[in-house]
């Protein structure tokens, strides 16, 4: 099978349905709609988080819906529990959401453990999680870099893993690639970076590690041109793929090895050598 | 007047006016949640509603009678990560 062959069959599957994009986006801190459409645009990406919020009640009457932009036809849009500690938060808010996505059942379940860190809290994911799985959700989960809670939601029938490379919005990059290595090795749903990217080259290397995916909104909304970075996304999410499918050569320490040809070097040495002689 | 709670707050909601209540048969006086909905200019808007911590689906918007003290969580979706 050649490369492009390798490509073509290449898609990433969340259950049970097929996607060309690995990349996966957030739809918030955008300075206004068309921004956020452009940069979607830009990112390729076939999957976008939203968030469930209360209405402002009798504000702005006429003011665009975030679904109008971004149609339920055109994107899997995949309802998320920011903000949500405790169980029955989240539980509630992905209830409204299949509601209100005419029974949509992929979402993004994370319950936080602190504000400052927005650490999720795994026991308490955990019990989300087995809640909305009875109830028929497509779980798609936040996690820490835990291989244990990882495996844990696995195998209560979470469809997707998604660890945090660092803390959400930070920007920090891939903190513990040997974390994530282990949850990946292990895993038999697909494992998605999901929060700490900030530039492509942290993409890049996820994907090289071989998570399945990634999903950032701030990385692309916090750049001072969000649909420029969210082409970079793209491009970054496609390389580390193919670098990944490709099979990286083994690193050498301390041995050498040209990429030229060692014979039939032209050699100085001799000539100094024939006018040595002939002095 | 009734007074629900409305994603938190407060709200209190004039009573249907008599034309209304004529075709409501079953309904007897009260507020269905399609008629509040109209009263926060939210209908037909893309929305989700829990009524006392329950989902109630669009189609029974209309046979959904609100009472005093209800909570009402009223919700769109919004850009988020």
Request: charged share 20%; net charge negative; glycine share 8%.
């Amino acid at each position: 099978m050649d490369g492009v062959e390798i490509r073509a069959m290449e898609n990433l599957v969340i259950a049970g349905k097929a996607y060309s994009s690995r990349l996966l986006v957030g739809t918030g801190k955008y300075k206004d709609f068309a921004e956020t459409r452009a940069a979607i645009d830009a990112s390729g990406a076939e999957i976008i988080t939203v968030a469930i919020r209360r209405t402002n009640l009798g504000q702005n009457p006429d003011e665009p819906n975030l679904l109008d932009v971004l149609p339920p036809s055109q994107y899997t849009l995949l309802p998320n529990t920011a903000g949500c500690y405790t169980v029955e938060d989240a539980v509630r808010t992905l209830r409204l959401a299949r509601e209100l996505l005419d029974g949509h059942t992929l979402v993004k379940l994370e319950v936080l453990g602190d504000p400052k860190t927005l650490y999720p809290n795994m026991v308490e994911t955990l019990k989300a999680a087995e809640i909305l799985i009875k109830e028929g959700f497509h779980v798609m989960v936040y996690t820490s870099d835990d291989p244990i809670a990882a495996k844990q939601l696995e195998e209560i029938g979470c469809v997707a893993v998604m660890p945090l490379a660092s803390l959400i919005g930070s920007g920090m990059g891939i903190l513990n690639p040997w974390n994530l290595q282990i949850i990946i090795e292990n895993a038999h749903v697909p494992v998605i970076v999901d929060a700490g990217v900030g530039t492509a080259s942290d993409a890049a290397i996820a994907m090289e590690l071989g998570c399945d995916g990634v999903l950032m909104n701030t990385a692309i909304a916090a750049a001072r041109n969000p649909p420029l970075m969210a082409s970079a996304m793209k491009k970054a999410v496609e390389a580390g793929r193919e670098a990944y499918l490709a099979g990286r050569m083994a690193k050498k320490l301390y041995n050498a090895s040209p990429s030229s040809p060692v014979e039939g070097i032209i050699d100085s040495s001799s000539l100094r050598k024939g006018k040595g002689q002939a002095a | 007047m009734i007074q629900l709670i409305v994603n938190g707050q407060p709200h209190r909601f004039p009573a249907p006016p008599q034309a209304e209540l004529k075709n409501q048969d079953r309904n007897d006086a009260g507020v269905n949640i399609t008629q509040l909905l109209e009263h926060m200019g939210s209908q037909g808007k893309r929305i989700a509603v829990e009524r006392n911590g329950e989902i109630v689906p669009r189609s029974k918007f209309d046979q959904t009678i609100l009472v005093e003290g209800d909570r009402l969580e009223i919700v769109v979706a919004v850009g988020g990560g």
